[in-house]
């Protein structure tokens, strides 16, 4: 991903777009060291506490595994067809007594069957194959999480090892692995239907998907679980559901409960409470011009600016008459402009609160007009 994708998704999925209307309803009660709830549709947090906290993210810490390796299949680096060597390191990592794959030493196995095991099973040896599959060694490949994590912008996030046992350093915040999750969504939505599996046999072994969520709401098709003595028991949950004006994707994360069932039930709490007490508001539509102003040096007077993905804001329910759109841009334009060029924010607003901000971005380029034009607005320039 380009540079002025990767800055645009951030400011999209991070701090700029974070709920702060003064009547809010408040969130639930949650048994948990911390938690996040993100609606990926527009971008926004709903609710947190302690999103900030350094916490172990145990095998939460696989989602970004697997961002690299759908990052690899996209890159043709990897395909799901190959077979893998199971090393006696990730044969090693497999025996700690923590989850596994049981993946035989010295066995060649599919990357789709180490995906299932990663994702569904939460091995630990599978990871570690990937890991290898991907970079060549544990190591690069820590190497590389550590990478992506600061193309995101993440700034306590610093992983140890690719599968999420518990290291000196090797920390998380619940913003942050909403981050990873979000952008996993977003990135990768082919391979999303991985987490939605119940279970996955291998080696005549069947193991369930410990998303307790998948067997009671429909709606959850994600995303993952994780548990340490030091992490507690961890969840990232995604679910979609339909309503009036489109579909709407939450995400929590849930990040120390006391139990499997706990994470659970806390997880689906605050599920519920995001889709009952907000409301998501379209106000325009994906690659729609929201703006038409004028362009100096172009072959173009005018420039079409809007954004790239649908304008959506979350309110809290029955308040959407309330939002306000304020448009402010880099003035003056000046050719020549590229399509996806940032040149302004849409700040939403409610009252005197500030809802959510997006880029204001360039729709269609608008090229440099030839010597005689740009002479000339060069001089209209001048004048004004």
Known sequence: MNRLLAS??????????????AQAPQPPEVAARSYLVFDVTTGQTLAAREPDLPVEPASLTKLMTAYLVFQALKEKK?????????????????????????????SQVKVDDLLKGVIVQSGNDATVVLAEGVSGSVEQFVAAMNR???????????????????APGHTSTAREIGVIATRLIRDF??????????????NKIKQPNRNLL????????????GYTD??????????????????????????????????????QKLLNWGYTAFDAVKLYEANQAVA???????????????????????????????????????????????????????????????????????????????LLGRAWDSLRLWIK
């Open 292 to 370: 038409t102003p004028e362009v100096w040096k172009g072959k173009s007077r005018t420039a079409k600016l809007g954004s790239a993905q649908a304008v959506m804001a979350s309110v809290p329910r029955g308040e959407g008459d309330k939002l306000k759109t304020e448009i402010t841009r880099t003035d003056p334009l000046v050719a020549p402009l590229a399509k996806g060029q940032v040149v302004g924010t849409i700040k939403l607003s409610a009252g005197n609160a500030a809802v959510a901000e997006l880029p204001l971005t360039v729709l269609e380029n608008v090229e440099q007009a030839g």
């Open 230 to 267: 030091a992490a507690g028991y961890c969840l990232v949950t995604t679910a979609k559901r339909s309503f009036p004006n489109g579909e709407r994707r939450l995400l929590t994360v849930v990040l120390g409960a006391a139990s499997m069932e706990g994470r659970a039930a806390e997880s």
């Open 189 to 202: 939505p082919e391979y999303l239907p991985y987490y939605s599996i119940r279970e996955f046999t291998f």
């Open 214 to 225: 998948l067997y009671r709401d429909p709606t959850v098709d994600g995303l993952k679980t």
């Open 78 to 106: 990897l395909t799901l067809d190959q077979t893998l060597p199971v090393s006696e390191r990730a044969w090693r990592t497999g025996m700690t007594g923590a989850s596994r794959s049981f993946l035989p030493l010295g």
């Open 8 to 21: 645009i998704l951030a400011l999209a999925v991070t701090t700029a777009a974070t709920l702060a209307h």
């Open 148 to 166: 992506q994590a600061q193309a995101f912008g993440l700034k306590a996030t610093s992983f140890k090892n690719p599968e999420g046992l518990t």
